[in-house]
């Protein structure tokens, strides 16, 4: 199960990234966002390399479709096998991300659905009039239809989109929270043994690993919790 679990670089500075990457020697699998990859970029991926890491780019691109074409393009230099795209982006948007990423054949394009961060008054606040669940879900089947089969969701939302899209789709779980940790900005979470038994095929983890005094203790009671589920 360690390439399950997806680990949150989100540090501003390298060599505690770099350290903790060195700690964290079982983990396979790190996620790079914008705050590691704008201050370091090519360092920090070149050192997961370096350690033989498989990599999420997590940079959430949503523009105009050309413009997302070139920014996944100049994104295969890299070699993430994960890269994400906000879905509100269109389908013109998807299938130009799909395009220019068939030349990297093991890159998965994510598609971004509603952020864990966000509650249903926050989509009325923009005047989304969906619950958040029906968003995702539309989100997902619009992803689908123009050839997206992998999804970032919320832990909340894996049971209706399995009900809905079946078992050959990937989704990408974030808002993970073991019960020993702080809830913190997330508003839609589940422990790690809750997210994999509704089906979560990945789970992203930043805080409860990154920031413990122990971060392989907590990567490896997390396992123990997944193990037995």
């Known amino acids: 199960m360690k390439d399950k679990i997806i680990i949150a670089l989100d540090f501003d500075n390298l060599d505690v990234a770099k350290k903790l990457i060195d700690d964290l020697n079982d983990a396979i699998f790190f996620k790079v966002g914008l705050l590691p990859f704008l201050k370091f970029g090519n360092e920090i991926i070149s050192y997961l390399k370096s350690k033989d890491k498989k990599i999420f780019l997590d940079l959430k691109f949503k523009d105009i479709p050309n413009t997302i074409y070139w920014a996944v393009k100049s994104s295969l230099k890299y070699s993430p096998d994960f890269l994400t795209i906000h879905l509100t982006g269109g389908a013109e948007m998807i299938k130009k991300s799909i395009e220019a990423s068939k030349t990297k054949n093991n890159l998965t394009i994510l598609g971004v659905t509603i952020l864990t961060s ?112």
């Open 118 to 229: 966000l509650s249903r008054n926050d989509l009325i606040d923009i005047g989304v009039e969906l619950s958040v669940e029906d968003t995702v879900l539309k989100l997902c089947e619009l992803g689908l239809k123009n050839g997206l089969k992998s999804f970032v969701c919320s832990p909340l939302e894996i049971e209706s989109i399995r009900k809905r899209f079946g078992k050959d789709i990937t989704l990408v779980t974030p808002g993970i929270r073991p019960h020993w940790s702080e809830k913190g900005d997330q508003k839609r979470i589940f422990t790690p043994k809750m997210a994999i038994q509704k089906g979560a095929d990945f789970l992203v983890i930043g805080r409860p690993i990154t920031q413990n005094k122990n971060p392989l203790k907590a990567f490896k009671l997390i396992l123990q919790e997944i193990e037995k589920s």
